[in-house]
Every structure is written in structure tokens, then in C-alpha cells.
């Protein structure tokens, strides 16, 4: 499953540009009017976000990059996951392991970290487990994106507004209100594999300003059959897994707001099969599954007391379980299954005070108390029954931060930000940010961003003992960044945006090997640092087509010996085209992404790559909207590192190098709307 060699990025290149152009041409031929639906960039730097400050803000104006992907994006692209929108961000790109998907920023993140040091929010608030910190971006991930109205991604550091895990980024995926919708919409979905979906969806607003959301999903996929060259022998069925890779997930969503309150609450579960024989288990075994569930409930309240004075207050709770069933033990002894388990249950409340009474500044005060009250671990034997591990470790977590929003005249915004958190396992820490923005007479912005921000150890990395050694006494990681940012908007239909930064890294935590009793042990034995350029620009056409392009040139090393990080590209490119060939009637979007080769975490490597995406967007009448898309649309042979726990129950274990991903495979949706 592995490319000999890194393909060049100019022959898919020259693909896409070629499908631009004809693209382009027909666009013209088809003599529509201006599409309506376009936005012109002159709106959307005045476009409002709120993730990078907690408030709405122009994002022109906001201490950070920001890329905003909207449902109308993940409508024309025709993304069905997180992950796939994630994918379209500059300088990220995601790996698959065949259970769990892995975000790599800007060259840091490895395969197998559960996105840990990736922070995802729903509607402002933690999704991020407190067991495992997992950031689930993948099928499990508990929200349809029917439901979703935009993301959010803020790279760089995050914990001077959201404390622990923001700490190479932070996506906030924002939902639809009620009255977006207005109505019912059933939409049913055929997939490669023998794939089935089926999403309804319902919206509704009154007059009054009472708007209810409701949605449920259903997906199931018996999977393709994966070849492992690893595991390639007649014992092993030849390194191939049968029907093992399928995937299955259910989703419920509600949401209702009315005069300021909004109560919203959300369930998702995802079982998938696991082909890849992980954590030492029979390769091939049907028994071997993973079991995914998020459930959370919010309550919030916003109100405008005056001109200068908003207050907002919230509560939430959420709870996630995890179960896996592994088939391990020696294939002479013959495997026995055994259960994984991990569940937790966390509440919290906030409130938030944003000021603008004082001339020329924007004052946002808040605090947070946060009570993980059950973050349970266990693993047994299924037969005979044997208990391995049962562990529970409840903590709690207080925090209060300060922003300011200074305006120094016409042209210059200082915005300037500290927050200090309490965890009663990791102590106390204190982290600032600052953000100097310049808006010259040329129509460009310069900012000049500093930040720094944490992770705290969470329960696994702790307490975990089945074959580990447990260490309570794990500091956080921690990070320092810098950032350049020049922005250049010359036209209401044109943007440019380059940026320069340095992310710098030290305690970072790893598995080692005690030397005592030769157990492996979480440890704070790294510091890393990574620098790069990433430069992006946008074109709309007054016909409704439009180009998008980024490309980032990075690197991303140990500080020990200067290697390079494994799964870490040193070169990006992406191209996104839209095209209207008949108006709002027919809408077609294609889409290519070049990753250069990245190291594997065994030291190997696995050449680079550009795939082709397309996707097709027509309605009839004002009722039904059918999509038909091909991922990898040249069936472009790719793979992505294996992480450390990939590896069977052989004797000595066979260990993977690299995991083979899809390739050509077609999607189609059918949406009818009441």
C-alpha cells in the first residue's frame, strides 16, 4: 500500500488547473446572472467570529488567523465529517488509522495522540473527554453537519480563553438556529462499501423569536476489505481483513432558543471495526470492535443589560463512554477476547461580563468551575473473568481570565488577554496572549501575535496501569508561539493572507521504558519546535464561481537531536474551485490536496501525494437537491504512518509501518426538503 516514491505535486496539478479551466469556460458559456449566494470578501472580512475571542468580532480584526468553512461550503464540497472539512483548512492535514482520525497543525501532531493537543468545541463549549482529552473529529464526532451553520479554526495557542488542550488550535463548530432551516429535510445517502445514510432534519422560528432545531441521523457501512503487506502469510488470510472495517454511528440532536436562552443537548454513538490487529491482537478476528458515545446538555442565557454592558451565563454537563473489545493473547494459546473500558461525567458553569463603558476599550472578564466527578478506567478478561485494572480518579478545575480590546486610534488594535487556571491534579498556571494589529491606508493588516499555552495530563496518561506504570506526578506540556500575519484585501472579490511562526515545545510527554522494573511510563522527556510560512488566497467571480488556494513550507523538529517529526509534512498545497455551470441549478466544486512524504513513527516513510475530490450539487424545483461526489478521484495510491500500538499477537509482533488509505470511492445524496 505504500508508493515507492513521492509523486510530484505538478502532475495532479496540472489536473486540477485543467479541470479549472474547462470549468471556467463553461461557467461562461452558460450565461447565468450573478449568483446571489456569493459573498463577497468585502463581507466577509466584515464577517463576525467568535471563537478567537470568545465574542463576536469582525474577522479582520480578530488576534488570530481565522478560517471560517460555512454550511454552504460543506454543502457544494459535500463533506460528510469533521474531519473532511478540517482537511480544507490550510497548513492541516488528517490522517486515518482505520479507527480513529488524527490532525496534524502546521507539522505537529502525531498518529495515535486521540488530537489531544487539538481542542473541539460544540456551540463554544469542551467536547474533549476528560479521560483521554480525545478531540473527536472522525464518525464519532456527535454532531450532523446538516446541523452545523459554520467552523471555526483558530490556530496556535488558545489557553489564554480556553484553558487546558488548546494548544495547537481550536475548532468551534457552530450549530444552526431553528429558523435557518424552516421545516423538514430528509436526506438519504449511498456510499463505496455498501454505505447507508439517512439524516432528518427539522427547523422552525416564530415571529416571537422562539426557534426549535432538531435533528437524528442513522449511518451503517459494512467497509471494504484492507490489506496489511505486514501481515501477509496463509495464516493470516494473506494480510487481508474481511469485513471488519465497517463503521456504524447514530446521531440526536435539539436545540431551542427564545429571549435569549438557548437549551440545546446532543447524543452520538459510533461502533467501528478494528482490521488492524492493534494492541497486540489476533489479525483478522471479527470480534475486534471499538464503541464511541457522546451525550451533553447546555443551558445558556445572554443579555444586553445596556449599550456597553452584556452578561452571559452558562451550565453544561457531559458524559462519554468508551469500550473496545480486544482478541489478544498468544495465537498458540489461542486469543482471548478482553473488554477495554473508560466513562466520564463532567458539569460546569460559566459567566462572562464584556464591557465597552471605557473609551477605546472592549473589557471581557470570566470565570469557570469545572467538576469531572466520575473519570473511571477498567479493563478484565471476558472468559474466564479476570479483573485487570479499576481505577477511578475524580478532579476538579477553577479558572478566571481577562481580556482587553484597545483601540490606539483609527488604524491600531492592541488586544491583550490573560487567563489563570487551578486543576487539582496539575496545579496552578498562568498563561497571556498579545496581539498587535495595524491596519494601513493600503488595504492590508499586519498583526504580530504572542502566545503561550498548556496541557494537563489527563486520567490515561496518569493512572493507567494494565502493562504501564502509573505516574500522578506528570507536569503539563507547554508551549510559547510567534506569529506574523499580513492580510490583503485590494478588492471586494480578492484576499491574500501570509504568515510567518514558530511554535516552540517543552515537557511534552512521551512513552518511555523505566529502567527498573521495564515498564512503559508517560514521562515528560520531549521539547520540539517547529517553524514555517503558509500563504492563502481567495477569488469570487461575479458568476458565482470562485478559486481558493494555500500552501505551507514547514518544519517541525526535536529539540534533543534535531529529527524530524514523524507524520509531519514539509510541504502543503490545496486548490479549491467552484463553479456554477448552470446558476444555483447546478453547482460543481473540485478540490486538490498535495501532502509531502512524512517520516513514520518506526522511522520509515511514506512518499507524498495529491488527490482529486469532486463533487456535484443540482437541485429540481425548490424541493429536491441531489449530490453525487468521487473522493481520490484518480484512485491515487496513498498511506498514512501507523502509530505505536499497531501491532499483532505474532511471535516477536509484527508491527506496522504505514496504513494504506481509500481509493477511488463515490458518494450519493438525495435531499428532500417539506
Same mark, same amino acid.
Given at each position: 500500500?505504500?508508493?515507492?516514491?513521492?509523486?510530484s505535486p505538478?502532475?495532479?496539478?496540472s489536473?486540477?488547473?485543467?479541470?479549472?479551466?474547462a470549468?471556467?469556460?463553461?461557467?461562461?458559456?452558460?450565461q447565468?446572472?450573478p449568483?446571489?449566494?456569493?459573498?463577497?470578501?468585502?463581507q466577509?472580512?466584515?464577517?463576525?467570529?467568535v471563537?478567537?475571542?470568545?465574542i463576536?468580532?469582525?474577522?479582520?480584526?480578530?488576534?488570530?488567523s481565522?478560517?471560517?468553512i460555512t454550511?454552504?461550503?460543506?454543502?457544494?464540497?459535500?463533506?460528510?465529517?469533521?474531519?473532511e472539512?478540517?482537511?480544507?483548512?490550510?497548513?492541516?492535514?488528517?490522517?486515518?488509522?482505520?479507527n480513529?482520525?488524527?490532525?496534524?497543525?502546521?507539522?505537529?501532531?502525531?498518529?495515535?495522540?486521540?488530537?489531544?493537543?487539538?481542542?473541539?468545541?460544540?456551540?463554544?463549549?469542551?467536547?474533549?473527554?476528560?479521560v483521554?482529552d480525545?478531540?473527536?473529529?472522525?464518525t464519532?464526532?456527535p454532531i450532523d453537519?446538516?446541523?452545523?451553520?459554520?467552523?471555526?479554526?483558530?490556530?496556535?495557542?488558545g489557553?489564554?480563553?480556553?484553558?487546558?488542550?488548546?494548544?495547537?488550535?481550536?475548532?468551534?463548530?457552530?450549530?444552526?438556529?431553528?429558523?435557518?432551516?424552516?421545516?423538514?429535510t430528509?436526506?438519504?445517502?449511498?456510499?463505496?462499501?455498501r454505505?447507508?445514510?439517512?439524516?432528518?432534519?427539522?427547523?422552525?422560528?416564530?415571529?416571537?423569536?422562539?426557534e426549535?432545531?432538531?435533528?437524528a441521523?442513522?449511518?451503517?457501512?459494512?467497509?471494504r476489505?484492507?490489506?496489511f503487506?505486514?501481515y501477509?502469510?496463509?495464516?493470516?488470510?494473506?494480510?487481508?481483513?474481511?469485513?471488519?472495517?465497517?463503521?456504524r454511528?447514530r446521531?440526536?440532536?435539539?436545540?431551542l432558543?427564545a429571549?435569549?436562552?438557548?437549551a440545546e443537548?446532543?447524543?452520538?454513538?459510533? !461502533?467501528?471495526?478494528?482490521?488492524?490487529?492493534?494492541?497486540?491482537?489476533q489479525?483478522?478476528?471479527?470480534?475486534?470492535w471499538?464503541?464511541?458515545?457522546?451525550?451533553?446538555?447546555?443551558?445558556?442565557?445572554?443579555?444586553?443589560?445596556?449599550?456597553?454592558?452584556?452578561?452571559?451565563?452558562?451550565?453544561?454537563?457531559?458524559?462519554?463512554?468508551?469500550?473496545?473489545?480486544?482478541v489478544?493473547?498468544?495465537?498458540?494459546e489461542?486469543?482471548?477476547?478482553?473488554?477495554?473500558?473508560?466513562?466520564?461525567l463532567?458539569?460546569?458553569?460559566?459567566?462572562r461580563?464584556i464591557?465597552?463603558?471605557?473609551?477605546?476599550?472592549k473589557?471581557?472578564?470570566?470565570?469557570?468551575?469545572?467538576?469531572?466527578?466520575?473519570?473511571?478506567?477498567?479493563?478484565?478478561?471476558v472468559?474466564?473473568?479476570?479483573?485487570n485494572?479499576?481505577?477511578?480518579?475524580?478532579?476538579?478545575q477553577?479558572?478566571?481570565?481577562?481580556?482587553?480590546?484597545m483601540?490606539?486610534?483609527?488604524?491600531?488594535?492592541?488586544?491583550?488577554?490573560?487567563?489563570?487556571?487551578?486543576d487539582?491534579?496539575?496545579?496552578a498556571?498562568?498563561?497571556p496572549?498579545?496581539?498587535?494589529l495595524?491596519?494601513?491606508?493600503s488595504q492590508?493588516?499586519?498583526?504580530?501575535?504572542?502566545? !503561550?499555552?498548556?496541557?494537563?495530563?489527563?486520567?490515561?496518561?496518569?493512572?493507567? !496501569?494494565?502493562?504501564?506504570?502509573?505516574?500522578?506526578?506528570?507536569?503539563?506540556?507547554?508551549?510559547?508561539?510567534?506569529?506574523?500575519?499580513?492580510?490583503?484585501?485590494?478588492?471586494?472579490r480578492?484576499r491574500?493572507?501570509?504568515?510567518?511562526f514558530q511554535?516552540?515545545m517543552?515537557?511534552?510527554?512521551?512513552?518511555?521504558t523505566?529502567?527498573?522494573?521495564?515498564?512503559l511510563?508517560?514521562s515528560?522527556?520531549?521539547?520540539?519546535?517547529? !517553524?514555517?510560512?503558509?500563504?492563502?488566497?481567495?477569488?469570487?467571480?461575479?458568476?458565482?464561481?470562485?478559486?481558493k488556494?494555500?500552501?505551507?513550507?514547514?518544519?517541525?523538529?526535536?529539540?534533543?537531536?534535531?529529527?524530524?517529526?514523524?507524520?509531519?509534512?514539509?510541504?502543503?498545497?490545496?486548490?479549491?474551485?467552484?463553479?456554477?455551470?448552470l446558476?444555483?441549478?447546478?453547482?460543481?466544486?473540485a478540490?486538490?490536496?498535495?501532502?509531502?512524504?512524512r517520516?513514520?513513527v518506526?522511522?520509515?516513510?511514506?512518499?507524498?501525494?495529491?488527490?482529486?475530490?469532486l463533487?456535484?450539487?443540482?437541485?429540481?424545483?425548490?424541493?429536491?437537491?441531489?449530490?453525487?461526489?468521487?473522493?481520490?478521484v484518480f484512485?491515487?495510491?496513498?498511506?498514512?504512518?501507523?502509530?505505536?500500538?499497531?501491532?499483532?499477537?505474532?511471535?516477536?509482533?509484527?508491527h506496522?509501518?504505514?496504513?494504506?488509505?481509500?481509493g477511488?470511492?463515490?458518494?450519493?445524496?438525495?435531499?428532500?426538503?417539506?
Amino acid at each position: 500500500m505504500l508508493p515507492n516514491k513521492e509523486t510530484s505535486p505538478s502532475r495532479h496539478l496540472s489536473r486540477a488547473l485543467g479541470l479549472l479551466a474547462a470549468g471556467f469556460q463553461a461557467g461562461a458559456l452558460a450565461q447565468q446572472g450573478p449568483d446571489l449566494n456569493a459573498l463577497p470578501l468585502e463581507q466577509l472580512l466584515n464577517l463576525e467570529v467568535v471563537t478567537a475571542s470568545k465574542i463576536p468580532q469582525k474577522i479582520s480584526e480578530a488576534p488570530s488567523s481565522v478560517t471560517v468553512i460555512t454550511a454552504e461550503d460543506i454543502r457544494q464540497r459535500g463533506y460528510r465529517t469533521l474531519a473532511e472539512i478540517l482537511q480544507s483548512v490550510p497548513g492541516m492535514t488528517v490522517s486515518y488509522d482505520r479507527n480513529y482520525n488524527y490532525a496534524n497543525i502546521r507539522g505537529l501532531g502525531n498518529p495515535g495522540d486521540l488530537n489531544t493537543r487539538l481542542l473541539v468545541l460544540i456551540d463554544g463549549r469542551r467536547l474533549n473527554d476528560v479521560v483521554y482529552d480525545q478531540g473527536a473529529i472522525g464518525t464519532e464526532f456527535p454532531i450532523d453537519l446538516a446541523l452545523i451553520d459554520r467552523v471555526e479554526f483558530v490556530p496556535g495557542p488558545g489557553s489564554a480563553i480556553y484553558g487546558s488542550s488548546a494548544f495547537f488550535g481550536v475548532v468551534n463548530v457552530l450549530t444552526k438556529s431553528g429558523g435557518a432551516l424552516k421545516g423538514q429535510t430528509v436526506s438519504v445517502g449511498r456510499f463505496t462499501g455498501r454505505g447507508r445514510e439517512v439524516r432528518n432534519t427539522y427547523g422552525s422560528g416564530t415571529p416571537g423569536g422562539t426557534e426549535l432545531l432538531l435533528g437524528a441521523s442513522v449511518y451503517d457501512s459494512p467497509g471494504r476489505d484492507v490489506y496489511f503487506p505486514e501481515y501477509d502469510d496463509a495464516a493470516s488470510n494473506h494480510g487481508v481483513a474481511t469485513g471488519i472495517d465497517y463503521d456504524r454511528y447514530r446521531r440526536l440532536f435539539a436545540k431551542l432558543s427564545a429571549g435569549g436562552v438557548v437549551a440545546e443537548a446532543y447524543f452520538g454513538s459510533r !461502533t467501528k471495526g478494528i482490521p488492524t490487529a492493534s494492541y497486540g491482537q489476533q489479525f483478522n478476528d471479527p470480534r475486534s470492535w471499538s464503541l464511541d458515545e457522546y451525550a451533553g446538555a447546555a443551558l445558556s442565557w445572554h443579555r444586553a443589560v445596556s449599550e456597553t454592558l452584556d452578561l452571559f451565563a452558562g451550565v453544561s454537563v457531559a458524559r462519554y463512554r468508551y469500550q473496545t473489545l480486544n482478541v489478544t493473547g498468544s495465537a498458540n494459546e489461542g486469543p482471548t477476547p478482553g473488554i477495554d473500558t473508560a466513562e466520564s461525567l463532567s458539569s460546569g458553569a460559566e459567566v462572562r461580563v464584556i464591557s465597552s463603558a471605557l473609551r477605546g476599550h472592549k473589557l471581557i472578564a470570566g470565570a469557570e468551575y469545572t467538576r469531572d466527578s466520575k473519570r473511571q478506567m477498567a479493563n478484565y478478561d471476558v472468559d474466564p473473568y479476570q479483573l485487570n485494572l479499576d481505577v477511578a480518579h475524580p478532579k476538579r478545575q477553577t479558572a478566571v481570565y481577562l481580556q482587553d480590546e484597545m483601540r490606539l486610534g483609527e488604524k491600531l488594535i492592541l488586544n491583550t488577554g490573560v487567563r489563570h487556571d487551578y486543576d487539582s491534579e496539575g496545579g496552578a498556571t498562568t498563561n497571556p496572549r498579545v496581539a498587535l494589529l495595524y491596519k494601513t491606508a493600503s488595504q492590508v493588516t499586519l498583526k504580530a501575535l504572542y502566545g !503561550t499555552a498548556f496541557r494537563s495530563a489527563n486520567a490515561y496518561e496518569r493512572y493507567y !496501569t494494565f502493562d504501564f506504570r502509573a505516574n500522578p506526578a506528570l507536569r503539563s506540556e507547554r508551549i510559547k508561539t510567534y506569529e506574523l500575519i499580513a492580510e490583503y484585501f485590494p478588492t471586494d472579490r480578492f484576499r491574500a493572507t501570509a504568515s510567518v511562526f514558530q511554535y516552540r515545545m517543552r515537557d511534552m510527554l512521551a512513552l518511555a521504558t523505566d529502567p527498573v522494573n521495564g515498564m512503559l511510563v508517560f514521562s515528560n522527556i520531549e521539547a520540539a519546535r517547529a !517553524t514555517g510560512v503558509e500563504v492563502e488566497a481567495e477569488w469570487l467571480r461575479e458568476d458565482g464561481s470562485a478559486l481558493k488556494g494555500s500552501a505551507n513550507v514547514q518544519s517541525a523538529r526535536n529539540d534533543a537531536g534535531g529529527a524530524w517529526l514523524p507524520n509531519s509534512p514539509r510541504r502543503l498545497f490545496k486548490l479549491n474551485v467552484a463553479l456554477p455551470p448552470l446558476g444555483d441549478h447546478l453547482r460543481a466544486h473540485a478540490e486538490y490536496r498535495y501532502t509531502s512524504r512524512r517520516r513514520t513513527v518506526r522511522g520509515g516513510e511514506v512518499g507524498g501525494f495529491g488527490l482529486v475530490d469532486l463533487n456535484l450539487v443540482g437541485t429540481l424545483g425548490s424541493h429536491v437537491e441531489l449530490s453525487a461526489g468521487v473522493l481520490n478521484v484518480f484512485a491515487k495510491r496513498h498511506a498514512d504512518s501507523a502509530s505505536e500500538e499497531h501491532y499483532d499477537n505474532g511471535t516477536p509482533p509484527r508491527h506496522l509501518d504505514a496504513i494504506g488509505q481509500d481509493g477511488r470511492t463515490l458518494r450519493f445524496m438525495a435531499t428532500i426538503r417539506f
